[in-house]
């Protein structure tokens, strides 16, 4: 095994070790009556099993990793000098988690050299983990029982399709509803299973298309590369593997070329 793969496979070892760990902490809040909601400055929620998780996996990295950089959605950024930098949601799908909705999942992306090539998706009300690493492959566990390989799946015509969007809004926001109107008409199922749920609906093919209008790197490197490693593609609305367009969409290779067609569609004003 050479070296990048061993570094690769230590950090993802870590990985799901921590990211059980952090479900641990954030399950008590879960349906608490108690549970405090605050807003941020950009009005989304946040609450203390937010903060306390990525809390805990900064600690935790630094005791393992210390030399590593982290970017995280709750905390300020901190620098690196190995060219590795986890990319940290603790809870994806706050809104969902406050709702007592189970699926919101705690995201562990890492990038090397800028480049994403480890993540985990946990989601802990269901205790089904998604996971990979560049080069390993895509796998999926529920529980105590022995992972399997993800995979997308076949479906290549958007008629057979499922397609899983987060909030119908942010496409009016950015001028999209005729292209929302027409993937709602074209496809065989549409639905709300949004945020990180409905991006490994199609990394374990269960379904063949998520569009996010709206998303952080955050929200987004623990994705790209278990949709890559599952046969899928992680994209932008311009149809480029990146976390940082501010947009991005999962799909089965099959209707990658149709869905950016679509989205590159201006509506009228």
């Given at each position: 095994m050479s070296d990048t793969?061993?570094?690769?496979?230590s950090r993802l070892k870590f990985a799901l070790e921590v990211a059980r760990e952090a479900s641990e902490f954030i399950l008590p809040y879960y349906c608490?009556?108690?549970?405090?909601?605050?807003r941020k400055g950009d009005s989304t929620p946040v609450t203390i099993a937010d903060k306390g998780a990525e809390k805990l996996i900064r600690e935790r990295l630094a005791q393992s990793f210390p030399d590593d950089a982290i970017l995280g959605e709750e905390f300020p950024d901190k620098p690196g000098t190995t060219g590795f930098r986890w990319i940290l949601d603790p809870i994806d799908g706050t809104k969902s988690f406050i709702h007592g909705v189970p699926l919101f999942g705690t995201?562990?992306?890492?990038?090397?050299d800028g480049v994403c090539v480890i993540g985990v998706v946990r989601f802990p009300a269901l205790d089904e983990v998604v996971y990979a690493a560049k080069g390993s492959g895509a796998w999926w566990q529920f529980g105590t029982k022995p992972p399997r390989r993800a995979h997308v799946s076949s479906v290549t015509s958007m008629s057979e399709a499922t397609?899983?969007?987060t909030n119908s809004t942010r496409w009016l926001a950015i001028k999209k509803r005729e292209a929302l109107e027409a993937l709602l008409q074209s496809v065989h199922l549409a639905r709300g299973w949004g945020d990180c749920f409905g991006h490994m609906l199609v990394a374990t093919g269960r379904a063949e298309l998520m569009v996010d209008p709206a998303m952080n790197p955050w929200d987004a490197a623990a994705l790209l590369p278990i949709v890559q490693e599952a046969g899928g593609e992680f994209i932008d609305w311009n149809g480029n593997p990146t976390i940082?367009?501010?947009?991005?969409?999962?799909?089965v290779p099959g209707l990658k070329d149709e869905i950016i067609r679509r989205l590159k569609q201006n509506d009228a004003e």
């Open positions: 793969n061993v570094d690769y496979q608490n009556p108690d549970l405090a909601v605050e995201l562990i992306g890492v990038e090397k397609f899983c969007t940082y367009s501010g947009n991005g969409l999962s799909v």
